[in-house]
C-alpha cells in the first residue's frame, strides 16, 4: 500500500521561502514520476512541478518556473518542493503524488494522471 506524506507548509510572507517533503512508503517502482499539486479554495486542482525519479528529469508550471524547484532523494523515497520567492497566489493546499504509469522521463502536469495516490497535503499560506 502507497502512502504519501506532506509536510513543510506554514505561513510566510510576500518573498519568503518553504522547502515542502513528501516521504513515500511502500513504493515498489524504481522510476515514476512524482507530482507536486496545490489547490485554492474554490479552485481546480493544478499541477504546479514534477519529477522523474530515475535521472530527475524535470517539469514546471510557467507560474512557478525560476522560483520553485523540485528535487527527489532516492535513498529516502522523498520529493522535495523548495519554494523560493513566493507570492500570495501561491497560497493553497500542496499535495504530493506519483504516477506509476509512465514508460519514459516524460511526466505530466494534469492532475488526472495521478489518480490513485494523494497524501493528506500541507498548507501554504503567503501573506503580502
Known amino acids: 500500500q502507497v502512502q504519501l506524506v506532506e509536510s513543510g507548509g506554514g505561513s510566510v510572507q510576500t518573498g519568503g521561502s518553504l522547502r515542502l517533503s513528501c516521504a513515500a512508503s511502500?513504493?515498489?517502482?524504481?522510476?515514476?514520476?512524482m507530482g507536486w499539486f496545490r489547490q485554492a479554495p474554490g479552485k481546480a486542482r493544478e499541477g504546479v512541478a514534477a519529477?522523474?525519479?530515475?535521472?530527475?528529469?524535470?517539469y514546471y508550471a510557467d507560474s512557478v518556473k525560476g522560483r520553485f524547484t523540485i528535487s527527489h532523494d532516492n535513498a529516502k523515497n522523498t520529493v522535495y518542493l523548495q519554494m523560493n520567492g513566493l507570492k500570495p497566489e501561491d497560497t493553497a493546499m500542496y499535495y504530493c503524488?506519483?504516477?506509476?504509469?509512465?514508460?519514459?522521463?516524460?511526466?505530466?502536469?494534469?492532475?488526472?494522471?495521478?489518480?490513485?495516490?494523494w497524501g493528506q497535503g500541507t498548507q501554504v499560506t503567503v501573506s503580502p
Open positions: 519529477i522523474y525519479t530515475r535521472g530527475g528529469t524535470t
Open positions: 503524488a506519483p504516477d506509476f504509469s509512465v514508460l519514459t522521463d516524460a511526466c505530466s502536469l494534469v492532475p488526472g494522471r495521478y489518480r490513485n495516490y
Open positions: 511502500g513504493v515498489t517502482h524504481s522510476a515514476y514520476c
